[in-house]
């Protein structure tokens, strides 16, 4: 977890990008992924996200919270990119 959690300096991570990250972290998607490849796992993340569901980004922007929806195209998400 505390290698999700850093951030270069000078560089924050967008908060959408954050809270997809710990939510698949705590949620058994990066369970598989070997410490020293967690980085590179994170980055895929984000630009998967970022690509492919450019929605579910906004609606976390929107909403300002994890509703029903929003979580369940999360995990839809998620789960196309394991």
Known sequence: ??????QPQ????????????IYATTHGYADE??????ANWENGLVRFMESSHPDLIKALL???ELTEKIEK???TALESFS
């Open 1 to 6: 977890m505390r290698e999700i959690l850093k």
């Open 10 to 21: 000078f560089s924050p991570v967008p908060i959408a990008n954050q809270i997809i990250v």
């Open 33 to 38: 992924i070997d410490l020293a490849e967690m």
């Open 62 to 64: 929107t909403e300002k």
């Open 73 to 75: 195209q999360l995990k």
